[in-house]
């Protein structure tokens, strides 16, 4: 039997850092970064006798997340102690939620082949994130850095819906924008903002029943997510067609080798001892208090897709590439409040700029000009200023060594060649020296002008306006 028997079955638990100022209980600053254990106080670092205080904004943030994903608000709700015992977890339980989440029965909708398709969401809850075990840099011992012990995440569970690691991709690519529009995480993955659990099992076609399901925790890359789960889907069904069974467990993906490894002991299910803090009172939310962050909300992608492609007559699959992330998106409209050109601006942003992203794995949020300065570039174009071919070449210094477009072309010379006389002097030296090439455009063949060109643009490095240089061949050809 082949992979074609099966169905792949695939739920993701996914944990955003909120962009709180201060931690979940204390006041201490969230920032990423800091040297090891400055951002601490006595209620992160766990010493006896400490209460800790919920920070109001943490509910807020969760609460628009999920208003912004459709689920139900709950009125009612409360935190509980997840105890277990771990080193980076200094109190020896984690306050999270555990039967009454913040957030219940929402949806997050994807675009696939056959249409749009609702993955559900489980639930939205509140907790605070561990602290960080340093291993690499010491030899023999670990280090423990409390910095990030009581960042505020929220979890979000969703149910066993996505099918495939494309529907995977795309599920957690359109939560962390909804994320990111909502500015409750800045989703930055590579610092551990937005990490996702994986849970993957497979199943013949036409069951009912669930597979057994195995875990691979903290993925923080789309490329990672993507290559484990379809090897997990390979080693589950040789597991299966080899007459084996699927043991429930903990995986670790390794990127390096391309494989999972079992992470812990094969035990049974963890009891974490779940029990309502005694020192935290119940969040109890009123109908006027989500009604305000109702109207608080922005403007979510997919109305601004629609607004793209009603406004700016982008297309479907460009409007999809720009609104996927609300940094490119605000990039676009602010670009075109500026420099008046849409397709234009639209162009940089699908074309070279997520070459670029995509070549040095940088995300959107890390593009190191803003919108005034990719105007600039555009708007230098359309004066003639620079050729496009060397608009190019600005952008990557505007991405390699941030600064204004005017002063990269300044530096380096690289004004476009507009002046006549010099057009001139550039298409006399390059006909001179090509007398074959004159010959066969004489001769009919068209495509010796191309040549010619090309040798005046090498002979300017790629600064003459090239219209004007074809003009000029044109006249002195006829000659
Ligand atoms: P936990 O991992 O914390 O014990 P849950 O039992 O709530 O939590 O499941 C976590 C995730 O696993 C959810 O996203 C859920 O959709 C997914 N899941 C549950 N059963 C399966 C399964 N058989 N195959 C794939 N995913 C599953
Ligand atoms: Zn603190
Ligand atoms: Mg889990």
């Known amino acids: 039997m082949s992979r ?23 006041s201490c600053p969230t920032e ?26 943490v509910v ?34 984690q306050i999270s939620q555990f039967d009454k989440p913040l957030c219940e029965h929402g949806y997050v909708e994807i675009d696939t082949e056959e249409g749009k398709k609702k993955i559900r969401l489980t639930r939205i809850h509140i907790e605070e994130d561990a602290g960080k075990l340093n291993h690499d840099d010491f030899g023999g011992g670990s280090l423990v850095d409390l910095n990030r012990a009581g960042v505020p995440l929220i979890e ?3 149910e066993p819906d996505i099918r495939s690691s494309e529907e995977a991709e795309k599920y957690l ?38 597979g057994t399901r195995t875990e691979m925790k903290n993925m923080n890359s789309f490329k990672s997510i993507t290559r484990a789960i379809e090897y997990e889907v390979d080693r589950q069904i040789d597991v299966l067609e080899d007459g084996g069974i699927i043991e429930q467990e903990t995986l670790r993906w390794d990127d390096v080798s391309g494989k999972t490894f079992p992470m812990r002991d094969k035990e049974d299910a963890q009891d974490y001892r779940y029990f309502p803090d005694p020192d935290l009172v119940a969040i109890k939310l009123s109908e006027e208090y989500i009604e305000n962050i109702k109207k608080s909300l922005p403007e979510l992608p997919e109305s601004r897709k629609q607004r793209y492609l009603e406004e700016y007559k982008l297309s479907e699959k460009d409007a999809n590439i720009i609104t996927s992330s609300k940094y490119l998106s605000d990039l ?19 074309s070279d700029i997520s070459r670029i992203l995509n070549e040095t794995e940088m995300e959107p949020i890390e593009i190191p000009f803003d919108s005034k300065q990719l105007a600039k570039l555009v708007m230098l174009i359309d004066k003639g200023t620079i050729s496009s071919s060397i608009a190019k070449k600005v952008l990557v210094e505007m991405f390699e060594h941030p600064r204004d477009p005017e002063d990269i072309i300044d530096e380096k010379g690289w004004v476009q060649i507009s002046d006549e006389g010099a057009i001139k002097d550039v298409v006399l030296k390059v006909l001179e020296a090509n007398p074959q090439s004159v010959a066969d455009y004489k001769g009919g063949k068209d495509k010796a002008l191309g040549y010619l060109v090309g040798q005046a643009m090498k002979e300017t490095r ?15 050809l006829k000659k």
């Open 462 to 476: 790629g600064k003459a306006n090239p219209q004007m240089l074809n003009k000029m061949f044109l006249e002195e």
């Open 173 to 210: 690519r359109k939560l962390k924008s909804i994320l990111e529009y909502i500015e409750v995480s800045d989703c930055k993955m590579q610092e551990g903002s937005l990490r996702a659990d994986v849970n993957v099992s497979v199943r013949k076609k036409g069951d009912t029943k669930l």
């Open 156 to 158: 979000i569970v969703s």
């Open 332 to 350: 676009f409209e602010g670009a075109i409040k500026i420099c008046n050109n849409p397709k234009a601006v639209n162009n940089w942003i699908i």
């Open 32 to 57: 990423f970064g800091a040297a090891p254990n400055t951002h601490v106080c006595p209620i992160c670092m766990a010493m006896p006798g400490t209460l800790p205080v919920l920070n109001e904004k």
């Open 4 to 26: 074609d028997n099966y169905e792949v079955i695939i739920g993701l638990e996914v944990h955003a850092e909120l962009s709180t100022k201060t931690k979940i209980f204390c």
């Open 60 to 93: 807020e943030y969760a609460v628009k997340a999920g208003l912004a994903t459709n689920c139900e608000i709950s009125r009612d709700s409360k935190n509980d102690r997840k105890n277990y015992f771990y080193p980076d977890l200094p109190k020896a339980y």
